[in-house]
């Protein structure tokens, strides 16, 4: 069976730093990603960084986010990392993992929609107050 289970959400002040972490039991995959998703909008890209048995690894993030948060895994504990610097009020949301179990192929180096992943996890609230 394959679980996905984020942690490390919370409550914390504009500028302040969470880690979440998501740990995957069942299979490894070939993309790792994060996704948040605000009351009452869209599960939006944040993250995402290839994974398993890829020579190359490739990290990729939503502009919103660039230069604040970085992603990072450990294959030999198949878990993947968010740290989240210097957070604003509107990074607050639910924020999911989710793993793609196929090789992505594409211009694009990592797949940004919520469709292309096939495994999600149930989600932790970051909530950022000014």
């Known amino acids: 069976q394959v679980q996905m289970v984020e942690s490390g959400g919370g409550l914390v002040q504009a500028g302040g730093s969470l880690r979440l972490s998501c740990a995957a039991s069942?299979?490894?995959?070939?993309?790792m990603g994060w996704f948040r998703q605000a009351p009452g909008k869209e599960r939006n890209f944040v993250a995402a960084?290839?994974?398993?048995?890829?020579?190359?690894?490739?990290?990729e993030y939503a502009d919103s986010v660039k230069g604040r948060f970085t992603i990072s895994r450990d294959n030999a504990n198949n878990t993947m990392y968010l740290q989240m610097n210097n957070l604003k009020p509107e990074d607050t949301a639910v924020y999911y993992c989710?793993?793609?179990?196929?090789?992505?192929?594409?211009?694009?180096?990592?797949?940004?929609?919520?469709?292309?992943?096939?495994?999600w996890g149930q989600g932790t609230q970051v909530t950022v107050s000014s």
């Open positions: 989710a793993g793609r179990s196929t090789f992505w192929r594409s211009t694009a180096l990592v797949p940004r929609l919520v469709f292309e992943y096939d495994y």
């Open positions: 069942g299979r490894t995959f070939a993309v």
């Open positions: 960084i290839t994974w398993s048995t890829a020579s190359t690894i490739y990290a």
